[in-house]
């Protein structure tokens, strides 16, 4: 991966300030050889430094849970390392990096929550921290399927994005003539005949009930 715009101007920048040193204060070809190699080493200690720069694997190896990898110059963990993969099979329970046989380290989302919803094809970037490689993107990473069932509590629905196959469970039974009266729930329900009878009823008995209250 090349270096960041920001990185290069800098270094552009430290060239142009040694070329114009030289050419104004009548600087020699050793001092200019010095100036290139000094150069030189930062640019190779930026290209060498793991974290700064997000390792491409080709392939992964291992199981659809377990994914291992080789990536030349990881010879250990550290904050801020970050490769990016694509996975090989769907996976079907929360899944591990294992890079260089450095050990198995977790994947999880920007929540914390393990990811095992990995799709083959699909390509991810994870980003180390603190013992678990860190999902990137994440406005972008699916939750899976949720499945709701109503119930007498409000049930939060997860953010992110869902895989399609998610739904709101039905129940036959859920039928306008099976609901008490004066018992709204969530929405109104059309009424059965049979329930626009009674309440018809009720209003009469309630307003002859008015008129022979008044003439009395």
Same mark, same amino acid.
């Given at each position: 991966?090349?270096?960041?715009?920001?990185?290069?101007?800098?270094?552009?920048?430290?060239?142009?300030?040694?070329?114009?040193?030289?050419?104004?204060?009548?600087?020699?070809?050793? @001092?200019? @050889?010095?100036?290139?190699?000094?150069?030189?080493?930062?640019?190779?200690?930026?290209?060498?430094?793991?974290?700064?720069?997000?390792?491409?694997?080709?392939?992964?190896?291992?199981?659809?849970?377990?994914?291992?990898?080789?990536?030349?110059?990881?010879?250990?963990?550290?904050?801020?390392?970050?490769?990016?993969?694509?996975?090989?099979?769907?996976?079907?329970?929360?899944?591990?990096?294992?890079?260089?046989?450095?050990?198995?380290?977790?994947?999880?989302?920007?929540?914390?929550?393990?990811?095992?919803?990995?799709?083959?094809?699909?390509?991810?970037?994870?980003?180390?921290?603190?013992?678990?490689?860190?999902?990137?993107?994440? #406005?972008?990473? @699916?939750?899976?399927?949720?499945?709701?069932?109503?119930?007498?509590?409000?049930?939060?629905?997860?953010?992110?994005?869902?895989?399609?196959?998610?739904?709101?469970?039905?129940? #036959?039974?859920?039928?306008?003539?099976?609901?008490?009266?004066?018992?709204?729930?969530?929405?109104?329900?059309?009424?059965?005949?049979?329930?626009?009878?009674?309440?018809?009823?009720?209003?009469?008995?309630? @307003?002859?009930?008015?008129?022979?209250?008044?003439?009395?």
């Amino acid at each position: 991966m090349k270096p960041s715009a920001q990185h290069m101007n800098w270094l552009l920048n430290r060239a142009y300030k040694c070329i114009l040193d030289l050419q104004q204060n009548g600087g020699n070809i050793e @001092e200019l @050889e010095q100036s290139v190699h000094a150069l030189e080493n930062k640019i190779s200690s930026h290209v060498d430094d793991v974290a700064l720069h997000t390792k491409w694997i080709e392939t992964v190896g291992g199981i659809a849970n377990a994914l291992t990898a080789t990536v030349p110059g990881i010879t250990s963990y550290k904050n801020g390392l970050a490769v990016s993969f694509p996975a090989t099979s769907n996976s079907t329970a929360a899944v591990t990096l294992n890079i260089n046989g450095l050990g198995a380290i977790p994947i999880k989302n920007l929540n914390g929550v393990a990811v095992s919803n990995l799709k083959a094809s699909g390509v991810y970037t994870v980003r180390y921290r603190a013992g678990a490689f860190i999902l990137q993107g994440e #406005s972008e990473v @699916e939750i899976g399927k949720q499945i709701i069932k109503p119930s007498t509590t409000k049930q939060t629905i997860l953010k992110w994005l869902h895989d399609g196959t998610g739904y709101v469970e039905g129940d #036959s039974n859920l039928t306008a003539s099976n609901i008490l009266a004066d018992k709204p729930i969530l929405m109104d329900m059309p009424k059965s005949a049979e329930q626009e009878q009674i309440d018809a009823l009720t209003q009469a008995v309630a @307003e002859l009930s008015l008129l022979v209250g008044g003439g009395a």
